[in-house]
Nanobody, 122 residues
Framework: QVQVVESGGGPVQAGGSLRLSCAASGYIYRYTMAWFRQAPGKEREGVATIDRTGGTTYADSVKGRFTISRDNAKNTLSLQMNSLKPEDTAMYYC?????????????????WGQGTQVTVSS
């Protein structure tokens, strides 16, 4: 079992950058890690995943702008977000699971953080 805590969210202007971090309480090397987001009135959607081998998957809406990375030695996950758009505004969640294998489906993940808010103004 692993517990995760997100940080790094905040307000930013369109075109700007933010870096989200996720700190885990346990060893993450066994887990697929992922970032999800949920805007008000919308379903939670997958943003990016990274599996145990470092393989990544991105939602089409963030390809070329966001980069997911992991540091197994420090048990941390990051999401570098560049060229932010107002439509990126959402609560961003870190998630982990042993068997998710790069899935962008929220139901594939058992461990979730409380989220960090990202607000992009135009």
């Amino acid at each position: 079992q692993v517990q995760v805590v997100e940080s790094g969210g905040g307000p930013v202007q369109a075109g700007g950058s933010l870096r989200l971090s996720c700190a885990a309480s346990g060893y993450i090397y066994r887990y697929t890690m992922a970032w999800f987001r949920q805007a008000p009135g919308k379903e939670r959607e997958g943003v990016a995943t990274i599996d145990r081998t470092g393989g990544t998957t991105y939602a089409d809406s963030v390809k070329g702008r966001f980069t997911i990375s992991r540091d197994n030695a420090k048990n941390t996950l990051s999401l570098q977000m560049n060229s932010l758009k107002p439509e990126d505004t959402a609560m961003y969640y870190c998630a982990a699971d042993n068997w998710a294998y790069r899935s962008l489906f929220p139901g594939s993940y058992n461990y979730w953080g409380q989220g960090t808010q990202v607000t992009v103004s135009s």
